[in-house]
Nanobody, 122 residues
Framework: VKLVESGGESVQAGGSLRLSCAASGFTFRDRCMGWFRQAPGKEREGIATIDSRDTTFYIYSVKGRFTISADNAKKILYLQMNNLKPEDTATYYC?????????????????WGQGTQVSVSS
């Protein structure tokens, strides 16, 4: 299994970014997929998930600003982030869960990407 994130960069508050995660080595949409983030000194937190039926879930702090989606043909998971805030600054990780059940907990993730850094300045 290989998950490779891209798209992280430094932006100003109110800006937008789209993160991508190229997946390989497994049947892409057989599992729940998600995005987590980890800020310095904080625990890794799940922020968005999508299952094989395209059912999505978001934590409250990003709901309405972030959108998770997947391109099945390209095997790419996306995270569109709008109206970014300084508190969104973190390393963002792509995650593949063990099966199609989505739990917003890091310990239920089976495979991780290497992470991509997002920095939002005020």
């Amino acid at each position: 299994v290989k998950l490779v994130e891209s798209g992280g960069e430094s932006v100003q508050a109110g800006g937008s970014l789209r993160l991508s995660c190229a997946a390989s080595g497994f049947t892409f949409r057989d599992r729940c997929m998600g995005w987590f983030r980890q800020a310095p000194g904080k625990e890794r937190e799940g922020i968005a998930t999508i299952d094989s039926r395209d059912t999505t879930f978001y934590i409250y702090s990003v709901k309405g600003r972030f959108t998770i989606s997947a391109d099945n043909a390209k095997k790419i998971l996306y995270l569109q982030m709008n109206n970014l805030k300084p508190e969104d600054t973190a390393t963002y990780y792509c995650a593949a869960f063990r099966n199609d059940l989505c739990f917003m907990m890091a310990r239920t993730v089976n495979d991780w990407g290497q992470g991509t850094q997002v920095s939002v300045s005020s």
